[in-house]
């Protein structure tokens, strides 16, 4: 009576080159695990931190006072990120471009307008990091699996060359250890492509999100560009 080998049997006893190919895939599979939960995590709070931002700003509070609230929080060693990060950029220029009296308001907006899309490039940056890999992942995991399969095969059926008859018996341990390569691949390509679409499609609502926001705040900062433009006019 034959004895049925287990998964660890088969891949113990699997060629060098398989081995390698299983613990690249399960070395792959834990990576894109760990960053499918931090992405989890960071998105969630990218949503929560957005909820919060926005109903203090649209509370009518004051903008400068709510600028300088976010101060005290940087030098705590709390770094604002999300839409704080677009306003502090955005409000901190127009500050600073205002008290030039011979800047026009098209350039003071222009100019709070781009600080905002420089701070909107790094937020884009910190939610999309690290999601390439898990695309990478998906995509070439059943093929590092199909490499260790094709190999594993065909070393077992280099083994029967040496064998004085060939059953049955004698392939299927060395198949099935072959077969695991490509049962691994899929099992770290499945989550992480599924992950890369749900990760890429919230990334993509967040950061349409903060681009609404970024509109909103520049009509706000129009209107009160021209209106300190024609309180300088009236002053003249």
Do not use: C
Not at 33 to 57: G, H, K, N, P, S
Request: cysteine-free; glycine content about 6%; overall charge negative.
């Amino acid at each position: 009576m034959t004895q049925e080998l287990g998964l660890i049997e088969l891949i113990v006893g699997a060629s060098a080159l398989v081995q390698v190919v299983m613990l690249i895939l399960v070395l792959a599979s834990l990576s894109s695990w760990f960053l499918i939960i931090q992405r989890v995590m960071l998105m969630r709070r990218a949503d929560d931190e957005l909820l919060v931002f926005e109903e203090q700003f649209w509370s009518g509070i004051d903008l400068a006072q709510l600028y300088r609230e976010g101060n005290q929080a940087v030098t705590e060693g709390q770094l604002p990120t999300g839409v704080e990060s677009l306003f502090r950029a955005g409000f901190k220029e127009f500050s600073r471009l205002s008290q030039q009296s011979d800047m026009d308001a098209d350039a003071i907006l222009e100019g709070s307008r781009r600080a905002m899309r420089v701070a909107l490039m790094r937020e884009t940056d910190r939610i999309e990091q690290h999601l390439p890999f898990l695309a990478s992942v998906g995509s070439t995991s059943p093929y590092i699996g199909l490499l260790g399969t094709v190999w594993g095969i065909m070393h077992s059926f280099r083994g029967l060359a040496n064998a004085t008859q060939a059953t049955l018996a004698t392939v299927a341990p060395g198949i099935s250890e072959a077969l695991i390569a490509t049962a691994m691949g899929l099992f770290a390509a499945i989550p992480a492509v599924l992950a890369y679409n749900r990760l890429a499609a919230r990334s993509d609502v967040l950061l349409n999100r903060y681009e609404t926001f970024l509109d909103e705040f520049s009509g706000i900062l129009q209107r009160q560009t021209y209106a300190l433009k024609a309180n300088q006019s009236q002053r003249r």
